[in-house]
């Protein structure tokens, strides 16, 4: 990526112009004739564009987006392949990337533990890698070489243990230096790793290794949970009973896991082909039963690596952290790979971010000098609802996994630093959509297609929808990053498109708006209104910390059910009345509806990565089966069953 002098005031119709002239809209997904007006209870969302403070914007390490993304499909093979060339390639690459843009570095062999390693020796050598605080309030720093030297070593062992290239190995740890060495010892033998989130009980345990034929557990025998040490040896005992599957232990409180891996030989990085698989990893479960997606080594390094230096804007010598589990998504691209490919230095933090105090995480962020932060909504509802904040030195926070309503967004720009939003999907590896930093932020919109990504808003049969429009949100191009494979799942690309399951909206300017999901939309009426929209609505008013709305059957089609979590305690005779304000409030944004229905709780049930389960909610409101919830998040449960 060039470095062009930066252009500002952004012209927005520019933008809109460029994203036009550069996507190549297929024949059948151009507009139809004359569009159906829109709904007439739109909610109503004031979009005032923010500029980032220019101190980000001009040092930001992307500073051309339209260039950017101009080149990126025009010609991949000089965008991508540029930016491919700064890591190390056994055999370089035939084609960039097949004419649909699905499989990556055709040809090419590497290994993503070389890059995230080897690639960084001698220079960096002393170097911190990782920095892991554990459950206890240890902090260890891993420098690149002791992270090289111990996983290289690991992988002897493993390799000593039978574990061969392609063999599945899963992992039942907590995030810390444990599960990244094992994972980055995965990947130097060519193995696939298998995380799975630690508290799964031992009948879902089982199921997945079972479904995943994993060929060895890796496990920990306790896992820390607010403070708390939570036994895991029966749980994963009873798992494995019968299944013959050995398990590598990793003991609390001892060293024996660490000693064991440096008595192995050390391993050569085995060099793979682009999309040989590396991970195999499981969606979140909001939507039903979670689907098992397989990421590669080259594309998924390529897209990855480009999303921290160029999104999220990490520089040289930087701290990144993410508060993602090492076992999400998040946690596997920016928690581990990501920070490693580009020789930075990334935060492992064990136990709950917010533990045991808000005040904490602000604390730990300035004692460890955190730059940029990877975060969830989840997260930073519970920080403002908090309210009290500390000074950091965080440059820019990111936020991914559910929509950021405009209040939060604005919460963390006052009070943490500048919110940076971003979509994307475990199936994606990394950001699909944001707002890169040189351009203005819509607080509700997500942002624009980042480079490599063709996005739009189409019917239900894929005809594109004019701007303002709900619809379905489908990719075109889906980026380097884009999973190999997919377990259990229907394949999301048909006909051409790949079909997100979100439904969005994009305004005049190609900026995108999520609104929730395509099958939890909620038809009032003549209207269909995404659960994001009235949640955002709920979070404007000053009493309410968190909302999940659903759709329930009414008596002329379905209303509005929200379930409200106060921001203080409501004393039980006070309920009707902040019901009955929050209906009002809700109305003023969401036009002549239905008047909602309120309920309050005291929290909102989730998946592990930390998203409302509506579902959960609809399922217990009207009694019905909830379906799979082996992805719910059971809160200090020592090995519940899912
Ligand atoms: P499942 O696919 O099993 O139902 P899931 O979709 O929640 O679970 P993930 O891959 O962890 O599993 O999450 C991806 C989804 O998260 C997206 O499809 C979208 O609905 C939501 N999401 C992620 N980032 C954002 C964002 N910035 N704004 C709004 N929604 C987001
Ligand atoms: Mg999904």
Known sequence: VKVPARRFPFAFGRLARALSEIAQIPPHLKAEDPPPPPPPSEARVEVRPVLPPKTLAQKANLQDYQEAYAASLKDPEAFWGGFAREFLWEKPWRAVADPEGRRWFLGGTTNAALNALDRHLPEKAQQVALLALDGEGHLEKWTYKELWEASRRLAGLLKGLGVQKGDRVALYLPTGAEAALALLALARLGAVHVALPVGLGPEALRERL?????????????????????????????????????????????????????????????????????????????????????????????????????????????????????????????????????????????????????????????????????????VLRALRRHGETRPTALRLVGSVGEALAPEVWRWARERLAWPLDNWWQTELGAPALATPLTLPAKPGFVGVPLPGVEARVVDPRGQILPPGEKGHLVLVRAGPAQMVDLLGGKDPWQGGLYWTGDLAVMDEEGYFRILGRTDEVIKVGEARLGTAEVEAAALTHPQVAEAAAIGIPGEEGEEIAVFVVPRKEVPEELKPLLAEKLKGHLLRYLGPVRPPKIFFAESLPRTRSGKILRRLLKARLLGLDPGDTSGMEVEDVPGETA
């Open 210 to 378: 079972i479904q995943t034929g994993a060929k060895l557990l890796i496990a920990a025998d306790g896992h820390y949970r607010r403070g708390r040490l939570i036994p895991l040896r029966p749980v994963v005992e009873a798992a494995l009973k019968g299944l013959g599957i050995p398990v590598l232990w990793h003991t609390r409180g001892t060293t024996e896991f660490l000693e064991r891996a440096l008595e192995g030989k050390a391993l050569e990085a085995e060099p793979l082909p682009a999309h040989h698989p590396l991970f195999l990893l499981h969606t979140s479960g909001s939507t039903g039963r979670p689907k098992g997606v397989v990421h590669g080594h080259g594309g998924y390094m390529v897209g990855v690596a480009w999303a921290l230096r160029y999104l999220f804007d990490l520089k040289p010598g930087e701290v990144f952290h993410t508060t993602a589990d090492l076992f999400w998504v998040v946690g596997h691209s920016f928690g581990l790979y990501a920070p490693l490919f580009l020789g930075g230095t990334s935060l492992l933090v064990e136990d709950t971010p917010d533990h045991p105090s808000p005040a904490a995480f602000y604390e730990r962020l300035a004692r460890l000098g955190v730059d940029v932060l990877l975060t969830s909504p989840t």
